[in-house]
């Protein structure tokens, strides 16, 4: 059984959401993973990379209320904060 934690918002302290929490073991594979992605992610071109993050940008923007709620309730910041203009697609040019 995989262990949990509940994610709570701090002004009502309701459970927001529940998260897998993973051991060490599984932890390490993760690492293991991103290691190994690394040299293909290096050797995207640059102007593939831009075009990639870009998307990614984009997705982001689409969700961005979303995503806003989400900070606000996880306690971290306020609204007028996570919707300000510091998304990946502001912060690429």
């Known amino acids: ?9 701090p002004a009502t302290e309701q459970v927001v959401t529940t998260v897998s929490l993973l051991d060490a073991e ?3 594979e993760a690492i293991a993973r991103a290691r190994a992605a690394s040299p293909a992610w290096r ?3 640059p102007g ?3 075009r990639l993050l ?6 982001v ?6 995503l806003a709620e989400l900070e606000v309730r996880g306690g ?3 609204t007028s904060v996570t ?5 990946p697609r502001h912060r690429s040019g």
Not at 1 to 9: G, P, S
Not at 61 to 66: L, N
Not at 83 to 87: C, G, I, K, L, V
């Open 61 to 66: 923007d689409t969700h961005r209320e979303e």
């Open 26 to 28: 599984q932890t390490d």
């Open 1 to 9: 059984m995989t262990a949990t934690y509940d994610v709570i918002n």
């Open 76 to 78: 971290r910041q306020a």
């Open 83 to 87: 919707s300000s203009p510091t998304t």
């Open 54 to 59: 870009r998307r990614f940008a984009e997705v």
């Open 48 to 50: 593939d990379r831009a």
């Open 43 to 45: 050797a995207v071109s």
